[in-house]
């Protein structure tokens, strides 16, 4: 019988409950993050245009590039002024 | 006893019956001597204990095989289980240990007819014996017992989680099935292994070496231990793999978007200084590639650190599997690319001098990069040519449309290497040269030009535009003495929007 030491981290089995799905988009608060690929502000502003339409308040953000995460201080603005995000990949 | 009965009985160390007590046992007050019957130098001074406790000196004898030696003394304790010698830190047999109030005073090793005399007070030791003879090696400190005392009495000093295989499981497959390999086998880091890769470092087993992504994770010298042993290093290798680490989980390196993107980029590990040779690396013929055991095992360790500890898994290497690492081709390079500069007879400083280190010290450069795409040139004879080859390939670096974004290394063959040194190029010339030669014309560059659609925007049109940003071009030598080669090592996104390029001083 072999024993050997964990080669990974110890993580905590906390699970995240992901927030309810909202009911209506009619004055919701959404964020739309721009990752700095090419043409993601295409999509996103299509997606603006629809989301305007029905009623959304519409946010726009960018990371400064799209091959870092995104730094702390616009994960944080994001959560406090928007009830949901749509982040855009493109290329 | 022979040296194969010694490793014989490696196999079949006193197994305690009880819970192992870790504390440093106590000595006796007196003299203490530690002797095993399988040495001659002990057979020798049997007589001799046997005299000092005559002359009533409180003498304590332990012995580390037969209970039933030194024959001269009644009351021989018994330390076949190694621990007293092991806590001890006893070398050499026969050691004489003078201790007063519980603690050591003095101790002397061998035989030596003037330093028993001196150091017991009983005159005319061993009248008949030679003036002095050498000891021999204690078991404690036998190669093979030592690993398995380490653990028995000092594994304590490990905090990580002991997981425990099934009998019947195979302990190979038994990694295979809780996802620990990077798709080839592992070591098991039991530990007696994880212990032995710690004694390549003086740092303490529970420092923070780095925080590790994608999950950011604070990992310690112990774990990054147990991760180089499954990758196959030697305890010398670790100093390097604890650097390349450091490195690698640097802000400006950005192991975190290297790691995620669809490029097919990982960590290049460029190591230089004395270490190199002294592991034993290889920076000659073969160097980016297989059969040289530092160099393949340094870069894989790093990868299980960020495999195992930051979760970073590749995605998609079975119908929908999920993972941070979703390289669309993914590179061979990354199970390791590690090589060392090959110094010597370079036309040019080493990698590490230009990036601002004192020449002769250990570093490791992380650079963010897939390849290598070869340069053939066997015809140039002059630098100015061979400039102009390694120009016209690294123009074409990742694409022949795009400049300044993506970074690049360049590696030097030694026989490409030998026309700079014998024209009297420098570094700095040859980077002042390669330099103009990368400056290349907007117009041909920008989307559409040359019937390619990709490119820069048209805004470039008319201007000049540099292949790489400053400090975005590395250069290097290494390889094989034959061969009228050299290297293109593709980079990714450089600078601040993706990855610098890291050098870190390999520490002890």
């Known amino acids: ?91 | 006893m022979t040296r194969s009965a010694i490793s014989v009985a490696a196999m079949s160390l006193p197994t305690p019956q009880t819970e192992v007590d870790n504390s440093k046992p106590a000595l006796p007050n007196g003299i203490v001597a530690v002797v095993k019957q399988d040495c001659p130098t002990c057979e020798l001074v049997d007589p001799v204990l046997g005299e000092i406790a005559a002359a009533g000196q409180t003498l304590t004898a332990y012995t580390q095989d037969d209970v039933g030696f030194p024959t001269s003394l009644t009351g021989v304790v018994d330390d076949t289980d190694l621990s007293v010698s092991w806590h001890h830190e006893i070398e050499t047999v026969p050691t004489l240990i003078e201790v007063k109030d519980g603690v050591e005073v003095r101790r002397i090793v061998g035989w030596s007819r003037e330093q028993w005399t001196e150091f017991t007070g009983v005159p005319n030791l061993g009248a008949a014996l030679p003036e002095q003879r050498p000891g021999c090696g204690s078991l404690s400190v036998d190669p093979g017992y030592v690993d398995e005392l380490t653990v028995r009495f000092g594994g304590s000093a490990l905090h990580g989680r002991r997981i425990e295989f099934a009998a019947l499981e195979d302990e190979m497959e038994a990694a295979f099935d809780r996802g620990w390999t990077d798709g080839l086998p592992v070591v098991p880091p039991t530990e007696a292994r994880v212990l032995r890769m710690l004694e390549g470092t003086t740092r303490d087993p529970q420092q923070i070496v780095a925080t590790v992504p994608p999950d950011l994770i604070e990992v310690t010298v112990e774990q990054v231990a147990i991760n180089a042993v499954m990758a196959g290093c030697k305890p010398e290798y670790f100093p390097v793999v604890l650097a390349a680490v450091e490195a690698a989980c640097s802000d400006e390196f950005n192991m975190h978007g290297l790691l995620a993107t669809t490029m097919h980029s990982g960590p290049i590990i460029i190591v230089n200084g004395p270490i190199a040779k002294k592991i034993g690396m290889n920076g000659g013929h073969n160097a980016f590639g297989q059969g040289n055991r530092a160099n393949m095992t340094i870069g894989r360790a790093l990868q299980l650190v960020i495999l195992n500890l930051g979760g970073g898994r590749p995605g998609g290497t079975r119908p929908g599997e999920k993972g941070v690492d979703m390289s669309m081709h993914g590179s061979p390079g990354k199970l390791s690319f590690c090589f060392a500069e090959l110094e010597e007879d370079s036309p040019f400083s080493p990698l590490s001098v230009a990036r601002g280190f004192e020449a002769g010290e250990d570093t490791v450069t992380l650079f963010a990069g897939q390849g290598p795409t070869p340069i053939i040139d066997q015809i140039s004879r002059t630098p100015e040519s061979l400039t102009r080859s390694f120009a016209a390939m690294l123009a074409t670096s990742g694409s022949s449309k795009l400049a300044i974004g993506f970074d690049a290394a360049l590696v030097i063959s030694p026989e490409h290497g030998r026309i700079f040194s014998e024209a009297g190029w420098d570094r700095d010339r040859f980077m002042n040269e390669l330099n103009t030669l990368l400056t290349l014309k907007g117009d041909d560059l920008i989307r559409g030009a040359h019937g390619i659609d990709e490119g820069l925007p048209a805004d470039f049109a008319g201007m000049d535009i540099p292949k790489f940003r400053p400090g975005g071009l590395l250069v290097m030598h290494a390889g094989g003495d034959a061969g009228l080669f050299s290297s293109v090592l593709t980079g990714w996104v450089g600078g601040a929007k993706g990855s610098e390029p890291v050098t870190h001083r390999i520490g002890s």
Not at chain 1, 20 to 41: Q, Y
Not at chain 1, 50 to 76: I, M, N, S, W
């Open chain 1, 1 to 91: 019988m072999t024993t050997v030491l964990d080669p990974t981290a110890k993580k905590s089995a906390e699970a995240i409950e992901r927030v309810a799905r909202p009911s209506s988009l009619d004055g919701l608060r959404v964020g739309l993050l721009d990752i700095s690929k090419p043409r993601g502000d295409k999509f996103l502003n299509r997606l603006e245009e629809r989301l305007t339409d029905v009623g959304a308040t519409v946010t726009r953000y960018a990371k400064p590039t799209f091959a870092k995460p995104a730094p702390v201080d616009l994960r944080h603005e994001i959560a406090t002024n928007c009830d949901a995000v749509i982040e855009a990949l493109a290329d």
